[in-house]
């Protein structure tokens, strides 16, 4: 074969190179052509780069990297040699230097309903026809333009969504990549009712990138002569063609009983109770799985997740918290993206796109929102009417409020401290009425000195209700839960807290209980509101995948949210459930509606250990608020915990 002759005269001039082991990696998540597994990348890209590197007798190691954009870091790092299947894009090129011949040209195709097949050769076959495009596809500059002026077609999220329009015959095709479509027709339920017209709207080639900094790019060269042939001879088709079957069996259903192990936090001795509930409906539902379900409290769990995430042991499925706190898991290769379930079970509908937005990393989605709570301020309602009351729209107004209440001998504002972390509700919610959202984001990811003029105004505005006597004395011996009697009982007027209070409130009392979200302070600031928002994550070290998923599409259900939501006092996250909720949980989802976009809260939007130390801090504020050193003890901790964070 004429590659012998190549890899003859390739050795006599490679006699001399330095590559004599290469590292690989690839996206974590694009199948067939690679994906993660066991802790290694495997797929067709990675069965075709071991041809060529067993023919040059070179050892190799594909190496899971973790999430697309640190695949990318260490490749520029020079900690990886190769990545396998990516496109050749300028900023890429700095850094990467890419084969001449592709791994694959990837064409992007027309799906359409078995029986409904139509001739297509030239774009303009697609005119006057209904078709659909999945939300943010983009194929192109110049068929974009041409979708955009000459067809009718809609954007849909979701490929489950696309593909049940077709099959229910309310469309007429579908434009996706081949392979992206293929993939997950795999395991859609009416995969037989769906195929694709032999020729692809667009194809664009893919190639592999060798780092800069790696000794590797040696090999560039006996790359291109045979990923050439080996398209040419039709065995990286047959590789892609293997691994598409590989990926469809590779998640078998155990054939016996199995057991899944589920980790949980829990707040009160009624939300175990709600999971328990929830987990025995599961296992009625299905006899082949078992639940077992660990629970903690709030510091013992924080520590248990940190050791699962070290050792890369622990349960199968488990409860975390969205924004910073689960990205940090990713980062970690701690959690499987969720993106099959995403589309199969179309979530991008049955959630609001502010929560989804708060499970994204690197344009891929690692858990399942099963709730939230807003927070804001309660009060009583007759108490407001007593003394011609309304509730205040701006900070003006809010504080013509508190004094009213103090004039009437009573606190204006009650509030728990002994643990805390309810002090933080006042700086975040401050520094979003009057910085906005990316000043928040900045400052809480360690970008921003604590001395910036901004974070001095926030305390300067919260340390001029202190002065006023608006807090009630005595907040650092309570809890926030021991706090709240204050409200009802008229000892104050208006507390800022989350919307766990409604399972601490007299039940006779709720239709009393108004709500009203932080007053506006800058007119020229959107509306950003604090929502934590509860999930669940797939461990990466779970080998029982299909039974976590399982599980994980029954906790997606509305039913299943609805009984778990009100079990342990929080907000079903899907839209659909919420029909059903109280009024007062109402509240949140109308503040969620109107919300520009939503944030964590201060201990889940920055650096766990950062949030440890600083939330301490602004507690010791509303006792002392002595802003010069509230700022330095604030700047001190950032410099010392992010400066030595690296991506």
């Not at 998640?251 to 999971?275: D, F, M, R």
């Not at 006792?623 to 509230?630: A, R």
Request: glycine share 6%; net charge negative.
């Amino acid at each position: 074969m004429k590659w012998l002759l190549f890899l003859f005269t390739f050795f006599s001039s490679f006699a001399h190179a330095q590559c004599n082991h290469v590292v690989f990696s690839a996206h974590p998540n694009y199948p067939p052509f690679h994906w993660e597994q066991a802790g290694k990348i495997v797929g067709a890209s990675v069965d075709q780069a071991q041809i060529i590197l067993d023919e040059l007798n070179i050892s190799y190691e594909s190496r899971y990297a973790g999430p697309w954009k640190r695949v990318l870091f260490k490749a520029q790092q020079g900690q990886i040699d190769l990545i396998l299947g990516l496109k050749n894009v300028p900023e890429r090129r700095p850094y990467l230097a890419f084969s001449e011949s592709p791994f694959y040209q990837n064409p992007v195709s027309v799906f359409v309903a078995k029986g409904k097949e139509f001739e297509f050769h030239h774009w303009s076959d697609l005119i006057d026809r209904k078709g659909t495009l999945n939300t943010g596809d983009r194929h192109g500059e110049q068929f974009d333009a041409f979708i955009s002026q000459s067809l009718n077609t809609q954007r849909i999220t979701g490929l489950k969504t696309n593909f049940d329009l077709l099959v229910k015959g309310r469309t007429q095709y579908f434009i996706t990549g081949l392979f992206a479509g293929r993939t997950f027709l795999a395991k859609y339920p009416d995969n037989d009712k769906v195929t694709y017209l032999p020729n692809p709207v667009v194809v664009s080639p893919v190639h592999h990138g060798f780092s800069k900094k790696s000794e590797c790019t040696e090999l560039i060269p006996y790359f291109n002569k045979r990923l050439h042939e080996l398209k040419e001879e039709g065995i990286t088709t047959q590789l892609i063609e293997k691994n598409l079957e590989k990926w469809k069996g590779e998640i078998p259903l155990q054939p016996e009983k199995t057991t899944l192990k589920v980790g949980l936090l829990l707040a009160s001795q009624g939300q175990g109770i709600g999971y328990r509930e929830l987990f025995t409906q599961f296992e009625k539902e299905h006899p082949n799985i078992d639940i077992n379900f660990s629970v903690y409290n709030d510091a013992q769990y924080k520590q248990k997740v940190a050791e699962w995430s070290e050792n890369q042991e622990g349960p199968d499925v488990f409860y975390w918290q969205a924004g910073e706190r689960l990205f940090e898991l990713v980062e970690q290769n701690s959690v499987r993206s969720l993106d099959f379930l995403r589309d199969y079970e179309n979530w991008d509908e049955k959630f609001p796109q502010t929560i989804i937005q708060q499970l994204e990393y690197d344009d891929h989605i690692y858990g399942l929102p099963f709730s939230f709570y807003q927070w804001g301020f309660y009060y009583k309602k007759s108490l407001f009417d007593k003394l011609g009351l309304q509730a205040p729209e701006t900070w003006d107004a809010f504080l013509d409020v508190a004094k009213v209440l103090t004039d009437n001998g009573m606190d204006a504002i009650a509030i728990g401290t002994k643990n805390d972390w309810p002090a933080a509700a006042w700086f975040d919610y401050l520094n979003l009425r009057m910085n906005g959202l990316a000043f928040y984001q900045a400052l809480l990811n360690g970008q921003v000195s604590y001395t910036d003029p901004k974070v001095r105004y926030v305390l300067q505005a919260w340390k001029s209700i202190i002065d006023q006597g608006y807090f009630h004395k005595g907040h650092e011996k309570l809890t926030w839960s021991e706090a709240i009697p204050l409200l009802y009982h008229e000892d104050a007027g208006i507390t800022l807290i989350g919307n766990f209070v409604e399972k601490k409130i007299p039940h006779e009392l709720h239709d009393n209980i108004g709500f009203f979200p932080f007053p506006v302070i800058n007119q020229n600031v959107p509306r950003f509101e604090l929502m934590p928002t509860e999930i669940f994550v797939l461990s990466r070290w779970s080998t029982k995948l299909n039974e976590s998923l399982t599980l994980l599409k029954f906790l997606s259900k509305p039913q299943t949210q609805l009984k778990l939501a009100n079990g342990i006092g929080y907000i079903p996250a899907t839209t659909e459930s919420s029909k059903h909720i109280s009024p007062m949980s109402m509240e949140g989802v109308t503040l969620l509606n109107k919300s520009e976009d939503i944030m964590q809260y201060f201990d889940r939007d920055t650096n766990q250990a950062f949030s440890k130390e600083a939330i301490q801090i602004l507690s010791d504020f509303l006792l002392k608020p002595d802003i010069e050193k509230t700022i330095t003890a604030l700047e001190n901790e950032r410099l010392k915990t992010f400066h030595q964070h690296t991506p």
